[in-house]
């Protein structure tokens, strides 16, 4: 019972991956560009939940208010680094990112120091008993709300007009210049939503997990494995891979331990690097 | 035969970009690949080359399969090719640029700086030869590229809408140029929207359209078969006799 | 850039650096500095191969680093040998993991690799911050006290500073003599255009994979000095991604892909990070790494090329304004 309990923490946990990761794929596949910065994104929506908790904001409130926020982060990295880098050598392109995610990461420790904080307690504490299993309500929320965005990002790019502009930009800029389509815009469109899909994912996990400035890097890197694992600039696919890597890293945390969660999901992704770079949906990877 | 393409084909997830192309080149001819975009003879041609490998059908050089070698194998057994635009290595010289060429068959660097330096002379480009690439027009580009790849010393040789472009003397000085490579027993294969440049350089035209290739034969017996005209060679007419 | 008389200035000074300085009062402060900056720069280079000739972007090399530190403290730890002994141990297991990690990914587009490495530091760091055998989260420690003349335990900073030396003079001439030839062709070839370098018969895949093997082991030597000098080794100075860093820094703010931008990016931010360790205390290494970011995204965005590409295109610049404004052709 135990083990399905830590396999239903991980897939809620995992939904939240799913969240964040379909930001990262998408930019990859949209404009072949990691961004680095990504688990910076997730953290600074912990803290921009946090600072909304602090500025009298209700639990539902917040999430939407770090999500804005992010988008407009997004937005303005766009216009002010990603624009110029994008078209130069792959060594500006990597280290525009690392270095931004440098930046946030020991500003946020200068400013908030490196301790381990919650949201204050809210309407969103407490267990719910379901099926036999104790599911803590911060988590059910958080990863409820998370699947349910991520699908509607998929809904977005595939069925409205502005997500098959923003895919008209991906498969052929120059094309979709001549319909009169603004590759900028769109481009810029999508790192923010890239943000704020980054930013919201962190002000769900601040309702149910603690937090801190350095976890940056830890989400920067289950992105890396989910959107490889999901395949080139597939959102589907990391939707997929993100639930799985938290299954995955919940059942290692469970039956091997928690010290060695992180090194399983690593080991994967080294694994699925040399077994199937493609990942489960991704159709290149060269 | 130095190269055999038999029924080549190629699709992307479910779309057929070339669904069968044939072709046989005999050592020293000049073949052109015509057709409107999209009609897949740059898959076809990307193929030969080993930028792709095809999902059906098989390719010879000169008796050795190499439907599955990497474009890197295709240059060492001697097959070359230039890009529709040009690839030319921005931070480097005009002839650090060929010597990346050369390298291929000298591994010495002096022997690899001669060789580049005789293929700049032969390209017009001499005179540049310490320049940045980066510093060059399209017309020196395509130049440099076709610098570049004799460097490699090769038996075939792939020419992307090399003469896309350039002005009526640059294509007359072009024009040249694939003589003088063609006379030095370099093979070609050659695609190009130019008429006139296919009439002038090519013995025998391959037609592509809808992924398949539709006719094949002399430049003047291809322009008067009616599927051609009908595909593409009409269209190109209506257009240039309107042009003033 | 062909040595010169810069060149040779460089390494006039940097031989008798330590002996210039020795009659000051702040003497071994100095001297330390000193041999910091020619480890650091050493590290910076090696990195720089990968990084910076081969335009493969490797922010995870303290895989590399640590695994020479911990080696050679390791085969003290475990079998009393000299700490130098684990040299080419440590050699060998980071040309291993170099090519654990680029055979997969040097087949696919790039940011596969630079992923890769990320993840494999951490994977590394984590593992061996949980394995007794490497002393887990406290590290390993080397001798104590020299038994011999083989430990390489010295008091002052000065024969630290000379081996350290004589090992960066070894990476640069490799590095210059690899440039000048085929294989450093091949490198910035595939760095500027991989699949027009492809289709010249470069083999992209074997030439990038040389590389890293190349830089790992350079790295991992950069590794084992730190460990012999320092003295010991634990997963965050060995395996944190700062070590990874202060590496890529060194090199980019010099100019990454020539000879000497790691050098000159080791003598400008060393003493710099000395200085405000000295007067911010520990908070200062807050705020440097802070200031790291915003570097690296200065340098991205405007000058790649690091400092010595901003003064190649300074000279010229400066030659025309001062010959009167007259426009001169175009290099």
Same mark, same amino acid.
């Given at each position: 019972?135990?083990?399905?309990?830590?396999?239903?923490?991980?897939?809620?946990?995992?939904?939240?991956?799913?969240?964040?990761?379909?930001?990262?794929?998408?930019?990859?596949?949209?404009?072949?560009?990691?961004?680095?910065?990504?688990?910076?994104?997730?953290?600074?929506?912990?803290?921009?939940?946090?600072?909304?908790?602090?500025?009298?904001?209700?639990?539902?409130?917040?999430?939407?208010?770090?999500?804005?926020?992010?988008?407009?982060?997004?937005?303005?990295?766009?216009?002010?680094?990603?624009?110029?880098?994008?078209?130069?050598?792959?060594?500006?392109?990597?280290?525009?990112?690392?270095?931004?995610?440098?930046?946030?990461?020991?500003?946020?420790?200068?400013?908030?120091?490196?301790?381990?904080?919650?949201?204050?307690?809210?309407?969103?504490?407490?267990?719910?008993?379901?099926?036999?299993?104790?599911?803590?309500?911060?988590?059910?929320?958080?990863?409820?709300?998370?699947?349910?965005?991520?699908?509607?990002?998929?809904?977005?790019?595939?069925?409205?007009?502005?997500?098959?502009?923003?895919?008209?930009?991906?498969?052929?800029?120059?094309?979709?210049?001549?319909?009169?389509?603004?590759?900028?815009?769109?481009?810029?469109?999508?790192?923010?939503?890239?943000?704020?899909?980054?930013?919201?994912?962190?002000?769900?996990?601040?309702?149910?997990?603690?937090?801190?400035?350095?976890?940056?890097?830890?989400?920067?890197?289950?992105?890396?494995?989910?959107?490889?694992?999901?395949?080139?600039?597939?959102?589907?696919?990391?939707?997929?891979?993100?639930?799985?890597?938290?299954?995955?890293?919940?059942?290692?945390?469970?039956?091997?331990?928690?010290?060695?969660?992180?090194?399983?999901?690593?080991?994967?992704?080294?694994?699925?690097?040399?077994?199937?770079?493609?990942?489960?949906?991704?159709?290149?990877?060269? | 035969?130095?190269?055999?393409?038999?029924?080549?084909?190629?699709?992307?997830?479910?779309?057929?970009?070339?669904?069968?192309?044939?072709?046989?080149?005999?050592?020293?001819?000049?073949?052109?690949?015509?057709?409107?975009?999209?009609?897949?003879?740059?898959?076809?041609?990307?193929?030969?080359?080993?930028?792709?490998?095809?999902?059906?059908?098989?390719?010879?050089?000169?008796?050795?399969?190499?439907?599955?070698?990497?474009?890197?194998?295709?240059?060492?057994?001697?097959?070359?090719?230039?890009?529709?635009?040009?690839?030319?290595?921005?931070?480097?010289?005009?002839?650090?640029?060929?010597?990346?060429?050369?390298?291929?068959?000298?591994?010495?660097?002096?022997?690899?700086?001669?060789?580049?330096?005789?293929?700049?002379?032969?390209?017009?480009?001499?005179?540049?030869?310490?320049?940045?690439?980066?510093?060059?027009?399209?017309?020196?580009?395509?130049?440099?590229?076709?610098?570049?790849?004799?460097?490699?010393?090769?038996?075939?040789?792939?020419?992307?809408?090399?003469?896309?472009?350039?002005?009526?003397?640059?294509?007359?000085?072009?024009?040249?140029?694939?003589?003088?490579?063609?006379?030095?027993?370099?093979?070609?294969?050659?695609?190009?929207?130019?008429?006139?440049?296919?009439?002038?350089?090519?013995?025998?035209?391959?037609?592509?359209?809808?992924?398949?290739?539709?006719?094949?034969?002399?430049?003047?017996?291809?322009?008067?078969?009616?599927?051609?005209?009908?595909?593409?060679?009409?269209?190109?007419?209506?257009?240039?006799?309107?042009?003033? | 850039?062909?040595?010169?008389?810069?060149?040779?200035?460089?390494?006039?000074?940097?031989?008798?650096?330590?002996?210039?300085?020795?009659?000051?009062?702040?003497?071994?402060?100095?001297?330390?500095?000193?041999?910091?900056?020619?480890?650091?720069?050493?590290?910076?280079?090696?990195?720089?191969?990968?990084?910076?000739?081969?335009?493969?972007?490797?922010?995870?090399?303290?895989?590399?680093?640590?695994?020479?530190?911990?080696?050679?403290?390791?085969?003290?730890?475990?079998?009393?040998?000299?700490?130098?002994?684990?040299?080419?141990?440590? #050699?060998?297991?980071?040309? =291993? /993991? *170099? $090519?654990?990690?680029? %055979?997969?990914?040097?087949?696919?587009? !790039?940011?596969?690799?630079?992923?890769?490495?990320?993840?494999?530091?951490?994977?590394?760091?984590?593992?061996?911050?949980?394995?007794?055998?490497?002393?887990?989260?406290?590290?390993?420690?080397?001798?104590?006290?020299?038994?011999?003349?083989?430990?390489?335990?010295?008091?002052?900073?000065?024969?630290?500073?000379?081996?350290?030396?004589?090992?960066?003079?070894?990476?640069?001439?490799?590095?210059?003599?690899?440039?000048?030839?085929?294989?450093?062709?091949?490198?910035?070839?595939?760095?500027?255009?991989?699949?027009?370098?492809?289709?010249?018969?470069?083999? #992209?895949?074997?030439?990038? =994979? /040389? *590389? $890293?093997?190349?830089? %790992?082991?350079?790295?991992?030597?950069? !590794?084992?000095?730190?460990?012999?000098?320092?003295?010991?080794?634990?997963?965050?100075?060995?395996?944190?991604?700062?070590?990874?860093?202060?590496?890529?820094?060194?090199?980019?703010?010099?100019?990454?892909?020539?000879?000497?931008?790691?050098?000159?990016?080791?003598?400008?931010?060393?003493?710099?990070?000395?200085?405000?360790?000295?007067?911010?205390?520990?908070?200062?290494?807050?705020?440097?790494?802070?200031?790291?970011?915003?570097?690296?995204?200065?340098?991205?965005?405007?000058?790649?090329?690091?400092?010595?590409?901003?003064?190649?295109?300074?000279?010229?610049?400066?030659?025309?304004? =001062?010959?009167?404004?007259?426009?001169?052709?175009?290099?």
């Amino acid at each position: 019972m135990i083990l399905l309990q830590a396999a239903v923490s991980g897939l809620l946990l995992g939904a939240v991956y799913a969240l964040f990761s379909t930001g990262l794929t998408l930019i990859w596949g949209m404009m072949n560009f990691i961004n680095f910065a990504h688990g910076e994104f997730v953290m600074l929506g912990m803290y921009a939940a946090l600072l909304a908790t602090w500025a009298g904001l209700g639990p539902a409130a917040f999430a939407p208010a770090a999500a804005a926020a992010l988008f407009l982060l997004g937005a303005v990295v766009y216009f002010a680094l990603i624009k110029h880098v994008m078209r130069g050598p792959m060594l500006a392109q990597i280290l525009s990112t690392f270095g931004l995610a440098l930046l946030l990461r020991y500003s946020s420790l200068f400013i908030f120091k490196s301790d381990f904080r919650t949201l204050p307690d809210s309407a969103l504490s407490g267990t719910i008993h379901v099926l036999g299993l104790y599911v803590a309500r911060a988590q059910l929320l958080a990863g409820a709300a998370a699947a349910v965005v991520a699908l509607g990002m998929h809904v977005l790019l595939t069925r409205t007009g502005l997500g098959s502009r923003m895919l008209a930009v991906a498969e052929d800029r120059s094309a979709a210049m001549l319909m009169g389509i603004r590759p900028d815009r769109m481009q810029a469109l999508a790192w923010g939503l890239s943000a704020a899909s980054a930013g919201l994912a962190g002000a769900l996990m601040a309702v149910a997990y603690p937090f801190s400035p350095v976890v940056g890097e830890t989400f920067a890197l289950t992105a890396f494995v989910v959107v490889t694992l999901g395949g080139f600039g597939s959102v589907p696919g990391a939707m997929i891979a993100g639930f799985l890597i938290g299954l995955v890293e919940a059942l290692a945390a469970y039956l091997i331990g928690p010290v060695y969660k992180d090194i399983v999901v690593y080991a994967l992704f080294v694994a699925v690097l040399w077994v199937r770079p493609q990942g489960l949906l991704g159709a290149r990877a060269r | 035969m130095l190269l055999e393409a038999e029924a080549v084909g190629r699709s992307f997830q479910g779309f057929v970009a070339l669904e069968s192309a044939s072709l046989t080149v005999a050592p020293g001819e000049i073949v052109g690949l015509i057709g409107p975009n999209g009609a897949g003879k740059s898959t076809f041609f990307n193929c030969v080359a080993g930028d792709i490998e095809p999902s059906r059908g098989r390719i010879r050089f000169d008796g050795t399969d190499v439907t599955r070698m990497p474009a890197e194998a295709h240059a060492r057994i001697g097959i070359g090719r230039t890009f529709q635009v040009p690839a030319a290595f921005e931070d480097m010289t005009l002839v650090e640029n060929v010597m990346v060429g050369g390298f291929l068959r000298h591994r010495q660097r002096g022997r690899a700086r001669d060789r580049a330096m005789e293929m700049l002379r032969l390209t017009g480009l001499e005179a540049q030869a310490g320049h940045l690439a980066r510093s060059l027009g399209t017309p020196g580009r395509k130049r440099l590229e076709i610098a570049r790849v004799l460097a490699t010393e090769p038996r075939l040789l792939l020419l992307d809408e090399a003469l896309a472009g350039l002005t009526p003397t640059e294509i007359q000085q072009a024009i040249g140029l694939v003589r003088t490579i063609h006379g030095m027993g370099v093979t070609l294969v050659i695609v190009e929207h130019i008429m006139e440049v296919i009439m002038t350089l090519a013995q025998r035209v391959l037609v592509f359209n809808h992924g398949r290739a539709i006719a094949q034969g002399t430049p003047e017996a291809v322009i008067r078969d009616p599927q051609v005209v009908e595909a593409y060679l009409g269209h190109r007419r209506r257009r240039r006799d309107a042009r003033p | 850039m062909k040595p010169g008389l810069g060149t040779a200035a460089l390494w006039a000074a940097l031989l008798i650096f330590p002996l210039a300085v020795a009659g000051l009062p702040s003497a071994p402060f100095l001297q330390d500095v000193g041999s910091t900056v020619v480890l650091t720069a050493i590290s910076a280079c090696a990195w720089n191969i990968i990084g910076g000739y081969a335009g493969q972007v490797s922010v995870g090399h303290s895989i590399f680093f640590g695994t020479g530190a911990y080696m050679s403290l390791a085969v003290f730890g475990l079998w009393q040998l000299p700490p130098v002994a684990g040299v080419p141990l440590g #050699v060998a297991a980071a040309v =291993l /993991l *170099a $090519l654990l990690i680029g %055979a997969p990914t040097f087949r696919l587009q !790039g940011h596969y690799f630079s992923m890769a490495t990320i993840a494999v530091a951490e994977l590394i760091r984590l593992t061996v911050g949980n394995w007794d055998l490497f002393g887990a989260a406290i590290g390993i420690q080397g001798p104590a006290t020299p038994r011999s003349g083989w430990d390489l335990i010295y008091r002052s900073a000065v024969p630290y500073y000379y081996i350290d030396l004589g090992v960066l003079a070894l990476v640069i001439a490799t590095t210059a003599w690899m440039a000048g030839g085929r294989f450093g062709f091949y490198l910035r070839a595939i760095r500027s255009d991989e699949r027009a370098a492809r289709s010249l018969g470069v083999p #992209v895949r074997r030439v990038k =994979l /040389l *590389a $890293l093997m190349l830089s %790992a082991a350079f790295t991992a030597v950069a !590794g084992s000095l730190y460990a012999l000098k320092v003295g010991f080794v634990n997963p965050e100075s060995g395996l944190g991604i700062l070590v990874s860093v202060q590496m890529i820094i060194t090199a980019a703010l010099g100019g990454a892909g020539t000879l000497y931008g790691p050098v000159l990016g080791s003598i400008i931010l060393v003493p710099l990070q000395s200085a405000s360790n000295s007067w911010l205390g520990g908070g200062g290494s807050g705020l440097t790494y802070i200031l790291y970011g915003g570097i690296i995204m200065l340098l991205a965005r405007f000058e790649p090329g690091g400092l010595l590409q901003f003064w190649r295109r300074g000279v010229p610049w400066l030659r025309r304004r =001062l010959r009167g404004g007259r426009a001169a052709d175009a290099a």
